[in-house]
């Protein structure tokens, strides 16, 4: 990214800009409280909640989470959304990666028409395919199973095609053929020289579909029926549903499901952000 | 600029087809027949299982002119609308304006940043449950804190009240997602030619003028992409209203969307009357049209402007 110059601004634009930054800050802080109290709540009981809901708790508890945890089987959760996440981002890495790089660094008949085919599924509303979608995994029995999903995640490749097919462009031709003369298999080549110089754009694709797939509300709730197979962000949301009598239970709940996503987010903002960018922008 | 590839012109090797053909198959199964089945479902009367029977424009026709159906669709839709409405007049301009802020780099920028984007990575049900935290009218934060100010009889009912919920609830999107489209401006506003900026510093230009003469007439790629995003975001709205205001948009159906309509009747079931396959279809393929149409005359609208 280029760094861009200093503008030189006269004083009074110079106070009018620190006003925005402190009704900005202030704003912020919207997200700071909301994330802050739903922690420190998790460590009170409804009683406590209903006279103290914005203080620090007084009696600092882990019933809650021994509630969640023992009696309402989160693990169990907790476990369904690592093991989709997982698997999903398995073979979407893979299918998705190879087939930008048989796009980018091939030539070959009907090639622009097969990059309009595979954008298509940027502009299509998933309602559009998820009635057909779900008769067809029914019928295979994949419905209720993470396999399932995770084969529908990994189809949904578009984005990830996207920001691949950019990265792979740029890898110089030279290196592959002098792979070749050494006949090396066009896939061993791949796998061997191509991935590992490409660990940067891995990671970051990694990372959105992480948070897309660990945050998607829709797919789970359509295919996950069976309480067992339920994944967290579903279990928070039957929570929601039934907010007063589950109100105590709630805060460690979604204390859980935050704290990753967060720790995630504080460690690769920057990849995440620009990540997203690289996505969307057209050139 | 033509790139060289690994196949020259007339040779045969065609081993990039072990590298399209995975994703390629995975793609058409799972995505494009799916959107073929629904187009071909929707002019069917189906149940899912047993025998399809023909019926035209039919489910179209119920969808626009039935009794019930029509209300609750065009309900649904002018809420989309509405939605979308907002977006463009409200939402747009906040984002161009704090990506403008950002671009110049305003005291703590970074913090800035970094705050405005997180709430981008949290899933709809932990959103939903700040909005519920915030304002439930029973005990919420907001009443909480009105409670022991004020006294009792200043509480609302916030996400329960007519005049309030649709507010509440672009406020609430608002505090999600705004950033996306805030940093796809950002990103444009840092492509533009250092060159020029400064020759409009050394010219004496100010701060306004140069941002109204210089940086924005050079944002068509960020419009043209934030214009898509939110016309496919605003038309195919549905978690964040389901999860707040429940299956059918809450008090009145104020925040009642197609998406959410399309679910009750495709995936309904026993609480909303017969699952109709053909039916459901139809709504989606409407979805399809509505969002086709827009984005056609978006990039009218775009063109007209450059030229």
């Known amino acids: 990214m280029k760094r861009t110059k200093h503008i030189q601004s006269s004083r009074r634009s110079r106070v009018v800009q620190d006003i925005i930054s402190a009704v900005l800050i202030l704003y912020s802080l919207i997200t700071v409280f909301l994330v802050g109290d739903t922690v420190l709540s998790s460590f009170k009981t409804k009683s406590e909640l209903i006279k ?232 | 600029m033509k790139k060289p590839t690994l196949n020259r012109a007339g040779s045969t090797n065609r081993s990039y087809l072990y590298f399209i053909l995975p994703g390629l198959v995975l793609y058409s199964v799972f995505v494009i027949i799916p959107i073929l089945c629904s187009i071909y479902y929707s002019v069917f009367e189906w149940s899912g299982i047993g025998p399809m029977k023909f019926v035209g424009l039919k489910n179209f026709e119920y969808l626009l002119f039935g009794d019930r159906m029509s209300n609750v669709f065009f309900n649904a839709l002018g809420n989309n609308f509405k939605y979308l409405a907002c977006v463009l007049l409200i939402i747009t301009p906040l984002q161009i304006f704090l990506a403008y802020m950002l671009f110049i780099k305003i005291r703590f920028s970074r913090y800035i940043r970094t705050m405005l984007f997180l709430p981008y990575v949290l899933s709809t049900s932990i959103v939903g449950f700040f909005a519920l935290l915030v304002f439930d009218g029973n005990i919420g934060v907001m009443n909480y804190i009105i409670k022991n100010l004020l006294g009792n009889q200043y509480t609302q009912a916030w996400l329960g009240d007519t005049r309030l919920m649709f507010g509440l609830f672009v406020g609430i999107i608002f505090w999600q997602a705004m950033a996306a489209g805030m940093m796809i401006f950002y990103a444009d506003m840092q492509s533009t030619s250092q060159d020029i900026i400064e020759a409009s510093v050394v010219d004496g230009c100010g701060e306004l003028r140069r941002f109204f003469s210089i940086i924005l007439p050079n944002m068509r790629a960020s419009m043209t992409t934030n214009l898509t995003l939110s016309v496919i975001f605003a038309m195919t709205m549905f978690g964040q209203a389901y999860v707040i205001f429940g299956p059918s948009g809450g008090v009145d159906n104020k925040l009642d ?40 005359l978006t990039e009218t609208i775009i063109k007209h402007v450059r030229e």
Not at chain 1, 96 to 113: D, L, T, W
Not at chain 1, 150 to 157: E, F, K, P, R, S
Not at chain 1, 184 to 194: Q, S, T, Y
Not at chain 1, 265 to 279: K, V
């Open chain 1, 52 to 283: 103290n809901l914005i203080g620090f708790p007084q009696s600092p508890t882990l019933h809650n989470y021994a509630t969640v945890f023992l009696e309402e089987s989160f693990w169990r959760y907790i476990l369904n959304s690592g093991l989709l996440v997982f698997t999903s981002l398995l073979f979407l890495l893979i299918v998705a990666s190879m087939i930008a790089y048989g796009m980018a660094q091939y030539s070959f008949r009907g090639k622009g028409f097969l990059r309009g085919y595979l954008l298509l599924g940027l502009m299509m509303p998933v309602q559009l395919s998820i009635l057909p979608l779900y008769l067809m995994m029914s019928k295979v029995n994949l419905t209720n199973n993470m396999w399932g999903l995770a084969i529908v995640y990994a189809a949904n490749l578009s984005f990830s095609f996207v920001v691949f097919y950019r990265f792979f462009q740029e890898i110089s031709v030279s290196i592959i053929e002098s792979a070749r003369i050494d006949g090396a298999h066009d896939l061993r080549i791949f796998g061997e020289i191509i991935i590992p110089i490409s660990k940067p754009v891995f990671a970051t694709i990694g990372l959105l579909q992480f948070i897309m797939i660990w945050n998607d509300f829709f797919l789970p709730m359509v295919f996950l029926t069976h309480k067992g197979s339920q994944t967290l962000t579903l279990a928070i949301y039957s929570y929601t549903d039934n907010f007063i009598k589950n109100w105590d239970k709630i805060f460690a709940a979604v204390t859980v499901a935050l704290i990753p996503i967060l720790i995630v987010y504080f460690l690769f903002s920057e990849q995440i952000i620009s990540g997203l960018m690289a996505g969307s922008t057209k050139e």
């Open chain 2, 257 to 296: 969307f197609i998406a959410m309509v399309f679910y009750r009747y495709a995936f309904g079931g026993t609480y909303y009357g017969t699952t109709d396959i053909g039916f459901g279809s139809a709504i989606s393929v409407a979805m399809l049209i509505i969002i086709l149409a827009l984005w056609f």
